[in-house]
């Protein structure tokens, strides 16, 4: 029941962290990882157990963990711009920023070990990515000032996934666990900027749904998954450890469903992980996960954007993202009896393909090489502060523009979508 009443507690803090709106486009719209001590590694983690955070990583992991609490926050500045160049309306060509630099990102988990064998927690944690705010511009599209879309005013959008995730985690042996995370999702989005796909006059028309393609404030939906995990312990030295979630099943977008596939319907992916970590000695741990996320099986985000259809149709145009593999690589070193301190290089796949650029200026989740470090410091016998960083260099795509199909041949040129990224944080946790 405690952990159930913890659970009730968590959600001011799921509602607090969609205020701050997550912007976590790293491995795609998914952060490199959960957990400070996870992200200081670059977000390994699927075998080990480090925090109470497993809701979001491996729930195995919650038994091995002990009984803990950790509260934690980032602060996640990417830096988005995109340009055009190149074409035949020379009044199309331009760069904007988006405005939105900086964003506050908490952190929650907890967990209470029931017996030595079994574990009752909750992990609270979020996804983003799909967050743009590009300024109107010196845009022309032929009928007076516009955006770099051809629309109106402030363009882009802002997609926010919290989930709250109830874990329960038992131990098969001593050596080896298995363990449930019920995931309790709730996503909203608003889009802004894009009358010139909501049948605008001089446009084609695009959606089957006028009038709800952009500018209708936030929406919300709810949906609820699992996340199944394995974790185990071969020897002192080696653990071992996968994880699995599916494609969980989110209610309409209502307000956007002349927008997103089917009638604003957009789901959060299936996804992946197996990892390995190893000590060669008592001092040191190094840890591999190799992840997949399958972002293809949701239509909205994996759809091609030349799909011959209307916008919001069952086939309609998407933002043509791939499935990717994630790599991560962490080592940690125990310094000290108090002092340990971690590093790591994560490498993911882009999502974003280049003939699908013109959508994924509002989406422009193109990151590859992330790399971190951070520290734990023992605070006393029971409590602990833990820091991490991550840098990810610049990246970009570029690829011929929408609008040569839209108003002529050349008539767009090529679009460009770039990114680079920062994030540094903290946490505190406690053991009971």
Not at 56 to 69: D, E, I, K, Q, Y
Not at 220 to 229: D, E, F, M, P, Q
Request: net charge positive; with cysteine.
């Amino acid at each position: 029941m405690r952990s159930v009443r913890t659970a009730i507690r968590a959600l001011p803090l799921a509602g607090a962290c969609l205020a701050f709106g997550p912007a976590l486009a790293t491995n795609g719209y998914f952060p490199h990882g959960y957990g400070m001590k996870a992200k200081g590694m670059a977000g390994v983690s699927t075998a080990l157990a480090q925090d109470s955070l497993g809701g979001a990583t491996n729930p195995a992991g919650m038994v091995f963990a002990g009984s803990r609490l950790d509260v934690g926050a980032d602060l996640f500045m990417p830096r988005r711009d995109a340009e055009r160049s190149g074409a035949g309306l020379p009044t199309l060509n331009g760069k904007v920023e988006s405005d939105k630099t900086s964003f506050f990102v908490p952190e929650f988990g907890y967990n209470h070990m029931l017996r030595s064998d079994l574990s009752l927690g909750v992990t609270v944690y979020g996804n983003g990515g799909m967050n743009t705010t590009y300024p109107q511009g010196n845009f022309n599209c032929g009928a007076g000032a516009a955006n770099m879309l051809c629309g109106s005013g402030t363009l882009g959008v802002d997609l926010a996934q919290l989930i709250v995730a109830p874990t329960v985690a038992y131990k098969l042996t001593e050596q080896h666990a298995v363990g449930l995370a019920l995931l309790l999702g709730y996503q909203r989005f608003k889009a802004e900027g894009l009358q010139a796909f909501d049948n605008a006059p001089g446009f084609p028309p695009f959606t089957g749904s006028p009038g709800s393609v952009t500018n209708n404030g936030y929406d919300s939906s709810t949906g609820i998954g699992v996340r199944l995990g394995y974790q185990g312990r071969l020897s002192e030295r080696f653990s071992i450890g996968a994880t699995y979630a599916p494609k969980m099943n989110m209610g309409r977008f209502d307000k956007y469903k002349g927008l997103f596939v089917d009638s604003g319907d957009f789901d959060i992916p299936e996804h992946y992980s197996v990892g390995v970590a190893f000590m060669p000695t008592p001092a040191w741990t190094i840890a591999i996960d190799y992840g997949r996320i399958n972002y293809s099986g949701v239509h909205s985000v994996g759809n091609p954007s030349s799909n011959q259809a209307p916008l919001g149709a069952a086939n309609g145009p998407g933002f043509g993202w791939k499935d990717i593999d994630v790599l991560k690589i962490g080592v940690a070193w125990r310094v000290s009896e108090a002092w340990t301190v971690r590093a790591g290089y994560n490498r993911g796949d882009n999502p974003v393909r280049s003939a699908d650029i013109t959508f994924n200026i509002l989406a422009p989740g193109v990151m590859k090489d992330h790399y971190t470090a951070g520290f734990t410091v023992a605070l006393d016998k029971t409590s602990e502060l833990t820091g991490a960083l991550m840098l990810a260099r610049r990246q970009s795509v570029t690829g011929a523009s929408m609008f040569n199909a839209i108003m002529g041949p050349g008539a767009g040129g090529n679009e460009t979508v770039s990114m680079r990224q920062s994030q540094i944080g903290l946490a505190w946790g406690r053991r009971f």
